[in-house]
């Protein structure tokens, strides 16, 4: 029980990767907070968790807002106290060829991929920071932030964004 009495809240946990990291951290201990844009997913998440005797809750949560980020925030700390951990792994995914990326595809992506993960990354650390005990950001990208893939440069282009945030986000520039 590695995480045992730690709060984790993982972005996009309703499905796929997402919820493979929320039930594995429930399983080593960890009250899970399964943020999802998809509630029924989530509460889905939330059941398979409760099930295995584990701790969580879902939480509706579109990190493409910004009211939503500080809501979820505010009512992660209102019902478990504190968030430790963030597992940063919300994100939406396209394809198609470069001369039919549309303004409106490429904002999307932006939107989820990159400003999403940043500005829930910027909320949660100042919680952290003010808390005054610390914590931990992980902040899932892709090989596709290394190099280039046919039909998906609008993706590629998120996941090297990411890449960089996670080197660059206390490059020097202290958090507290």
């Not at 505010?74 to 963030?86: M, S």
């Not at 998906?152 to 520039?173: E, M």
């Amino acid at each position: 029980m590695r995480l045992a009495g730690k709060v984790a809240v993982v972005t996009g946990s309703g499905r796929g990767i997402g919820r493979a990291i929320a039930t594995r951290y429930a399983a080593e201990g960890a009250c899970c907070v399964i943020a999802d844009i998809d509630q029924a997913a989530a509460e889905r998440t939330a059941g398979e968790i409760a099930a295995r005797d584990g701790q969580g809750f879902a939480l509706h949560f579109d990190v493409a807002r910004q009211s939503a980020i500080d809501d979820m925030v505010e009512a992660v700390v209102a019902r478990a106290g504190r968030i430790d951990i963030l597992v940063n792994n919300a994100g939406v995914f396209d394809m198609g060829p470069m001369l039919e990326i549309t303004r409106e595809r490429w904002d999307r992506l932006f939107d989820v991929n990159v400003k999403g993960l940043f500005f829930t990354l910027q909320a949660v650390a100042r919680h952290m920071v003010e808390r005054g005990s610390g914590g931990k950001v992980i902040n899932l990208a892709s090989q596709a932030g290394r190099h280039g893939i046919a039909m998906v440069l609008d993706y590629c282009a998120t996941k090297v964004a990411v890449v960089s945030i996670t080197q660059n986000v206390d490059g020097g520039n202290r958090l507290n």
